[in-house]
Structure formats: C-alpha cells, structure tokens
C-alpha cells in the first residue's frame, strides 16, 4: 500500500476537515494501492481518486486538492439525495458553492459572484446539520 506524500497529507488532511464540518455526506478514506494519493468512497459504494503531486506551491496543492474533494462531495451528496452545495456560500447560501483559489498566496473559499473570500481552505466554520443546504 502506497503512503502519500507528506505534503499531500497535509493538504487532504484540512479539505476533509471542511468536509466534516458542512457536508451531510462523509467518505470513508482509503490509501491507493497504485500510488500516492487516496480514494474517497461515498455511502453508496461509488469511490474517486484524490491525487497530487507537490511542487513546493503549498496553496496550489491545497487548492487541486480541495477542487477533487468537492467533486466529489458533489456526487456523493447527489446520490444521497441531498442538494449538491458543497461548501456553501455564505453570502448566496443554497445558490452555489464556494470556489477555491489562491489569493495573496493562501487557498482560499471564495464566492464566485463576488470573490469575496469567506474562509481558508481547512478553516470554514462548522454548521450544524439542520444549517446545511
């Protein structure tokens, strides 16, 4: 079984800390065998490679990262027949999701209307479920 990167770790390690603090839907994270990365499995029993290869660019990584997570969130909330809004915007709640990007050299959750930044990547505040889109 293949270990991934530390770097990567890092970087997957504050995108699912998000993920657990506003997505009604959680995976189970398993190490690929194939390399260094990890596949994310929904409830439903689909899965999706989350892969990265570090270029010394911390919020580049944090950002491709944080981009295949909510791919995935989005599929996975989806099929559990939630509304695919992950993470959701403060400012438009229900309307669309955050965008992640760098800005100032930090990634970023931006509202992609506005670019107003509503959080760093591993730092959205936690909601409660019933808050949840």
Not at 72 to 97: D, I, K, N, Q
Not at 102 to 112: D, F, I, L, R
């Amino acid at each position: 079984m293949s270990v991934p990167l530390p770097e990567f770790a890092e970087a997957l390690a504050a995108v699912l800390r998000d993920l657990r603090a506003q997505c009604a839907v959680q995976p189970d994270v398993v190490a690929d065998e194939d390399g260094p990365g990890v596949v994310l499995w929904a409830p439903d029993g689909s899965g999706q490679g989350v892969y990265a290869e570090p270029d010394g660019r911390s919020a580049v990584l944090l950002v491709d990262v944080a981009e295949q997570v909510q791919t995935w969130a989005v599929e996975a909330l989806w099929a559990a027949g939630e509304p695919t809004v992950w993470p959701r915007c403060p400012e438009h709640p229900g309307s669309h999701p955050l965008t992640a990007a760098v800005e100032k050299g930090a990634a970023v959750w931006v509202c992609p209307r506005t670019a107003t930044v509503a959080s760093r990547v591993g730092e959205l505040p936690t909601c409660r479920v019933g808050d949840r889109p």
